[in-house]
């Protein structure tokens, strides 16, 4: 079964700086999908961006980007100019294109300060 | 936002008693599933829903059922409740049944077993 690792329970980051959250994945599927989630103090589970497996180009949303290395099975969150808005649980996902499993990482917890 | 609602939004029950937790849709999305949140283990896949009267089981099934008689809700049960289902539990929806379509997360239900 597919497992998703994010190492880094805890992280911080000054306002207007950049933050980089780690996330490995072990699997032997060859196309997939990988996800960060953002989980704020409400509890709701917010979609921050996607990538696709068989695209080489990382995803960008805004101040969000990824740096996915397949062969590594990596796929680190990057988020640029921290806000104070950006203070949450990210939790790092992987979904089979042929199944209906999803699996997610324990995830980090990013202290944004001021 | 995706229309999904979950009721009731908190619980607290005692050891021994059933307890029926509601996701409603509003969006006619074909696939729903119902997912635990617990510390150090991010969200895991309980049960899944791939059509009226048609469901799967998922990570970890055991303790749980659910039924969907109707595309727009999603029930899930807990036959007689233990304190190990002490949880975060959270419904999603999606339009198709792999990486490729989306998930949109509903609010949360938090359940307190005594």
């Known amino acids: 079964a597919q497992t998703v690792t994010q190492s880094q329970p805890e992280m911080s980051v000054q306002e207007a700086e950049t933050v980089t959250l780690s996330c490995t994945y072990d699997t032997s599927e060859s196309d997939y999908y990988l996800f960060w989630y953002k989980q704020p103090p409400s509890r709701q589970m917010i979609l921050v961006i996607r990538?696709?497996?068989?695209?080489?180009q990382n995803a960008t949303e805004n101040r969000f980007s990824v740096n996915f290395q397949k062969a590594a099975k990596s796929f680190s969150l990057k988020i640029s100019d921290s806000q104070l808005g950006d203070a949450a649980m990210y939790f790092c996902a992987y979904r089979s294109t042929n199944y209906n499993d999803m699996r997610f990482g324990a995830g980090t917890r990013l202290t944004v300060k001021p | 936002d995706a229309g999904i609602t979950q009721s009731p939004r908190h619980k607290v029950t005692e050891t021994g008693t059933p307890v029926t937790l509601r996701c409603h849709q509003t969006e006619n999305h074909r696939y729903m599933y119902w997912y635990r949140q617990d510390p150090g283990h991010g969200l895991r896949l309980i049960h899944y829903?791939?059509?009226?009267?048609?469901?799967d089981k998922g990570e970890v099934s055991d303790g749980y059922s659910v039924s969907r008689s109707k595309t727009e809700d999603f029930l899930l049960t807990l036959e007689s409740a233990t304190s190990s289902q002490t949880s975060v539990y959270f419904c999603?929806?999606?339009?198709?049944?792999?990486?490729?379509?989306?998930?949109?997360f509903g609010p949360g239900t938090r359940l307190t077993v005594l």
């Open positions: 999603a929806i999606s339009e198709g049944g792999t990486g490729r379509s989306k998930q949109f």
């Open positions: 829903s791939y059509g009226v009267k048609d469901t």
């Open positions: 990538q696709e497996a068989y695209k080489q």
